[in-house]
């Protein structure tokens, strides 16, 4: 017979976070609202404190520490280690090294720390409620941020400045608006609430609800509903792939003001290096996950044979657009040698060096138009596949 082994032991103070001031919001924020009321400043005082805690988060501990996703001035840095300290979510090192584990060893129940594979709830909140091992401090894979004098000062002096920023702001605030107690229990409370729960959706959420276009190895999830909620956190399929990217949302139109701020500061001197994933890379994920989907279902059709055949045409092409890709990539490779060597060479050489790259940046294009074609080409066939798939 076997047992079932104990649960560890509960974490008191992550109980009372977590647990305690959710219950305490739900009693005093509406009693407060229906005996006194709210004003209008005050809900906007919420909402831009919101709003400055979670791009703090989004920006600061995700794309810019975790991710290295571009460079920040240290203005900027401070800015999001006092906001972030106010998302009382821990400190830039602790959070950042948990969260760099997560996507190394992402839904491995052993070692990611909040493994999707334990369910909805554990990701959620429930990893954090418990004295799991995969919460213990682990920093080797943080040496960088152990070198950063804005990320160990709030390591520091972690508790003094999430007093200040959660309990000494609001209460400033409260005494200019002319109502403390209200003020500390909408700005202070129940924005904090809010936070940590629309934060806590891209580690559960994200991994359960949604599409997996680029990549179909995890359980991330692209969703624009939580992108919304999550200051375009919630496209997470493309984000696991291609952690580095500043953008989480690449298209234009998609929801994601955590990369128009990034990028918005790039304009101003405030953030430099944004790394961008080249659009080739992107399509050739997504017509790799299109062509796995693919053959999966052309095994289950009942005369696959005429399909298979376009499936492997369409796959042909698609390698040896790859392999052009990368010969195009190492052709780049040589053209930057060749201009670095020729720095103090005649015009003509430059004007030259100039020509080929033009003609490189044509040819990239080209690539990445024929991947889009194709594209729609397998979109056409999965629908046939689909047809012959349904009963006559």
Known sequence: MTTT??????NPVNVIIFVGLPIAALILVPAWGFYHGFSAAQWLWALVFLY???????????RLWSHKAYQAHPALKWFYALWGAGALQNSILIWSADHRRHHRYVDDNERDPYSAGRGL????????LRDYQTNDPDFSNARDLQRDAVVMFQHKHYIALTVLMNVGLPLLLGFYLGDVIGTLLLVGLFRLIV??????FINSLAHFWGRRPYTESNSARDNGFLAFLTYGEGYHNYHHIFQTDYRNGI????????KWLIYGCSRIGLTRDLVRI???????????TQFKRARSKLEASANPESLRAILE?????FTDSINQWTSLQAERYETKKAEIGGAFSEKRFHLQQKWESAALRTKFRELEYSLKMQRKRLELLMEQV?????PA
């Open 313 to 317: 045409r369409e796959y042909q092409q």
């Open 195 to 200: 936070n940590h729960h629309v934060t806590f």
């Open 251 to 258: 298209r234009w139109w998609q929801w994601d003001p955590t």
């Open 52 to 62: 400055l805690n979670g791009l703090s988060i989004t920006g600061g501990y995700h």
């Open 278 to 288: 080249p659009d080739f890379k992107i399509q050739r994920a997504i017509l790799d």
């Open 386 to 390: 689909n047809l012959q798939a349904q």
């Open 121 to 128: 709830w554990f990701s959620h909140m429930g990893w954090m």
């Open 5 to 10: 082994p104990n649960k560890p032991s509960l």
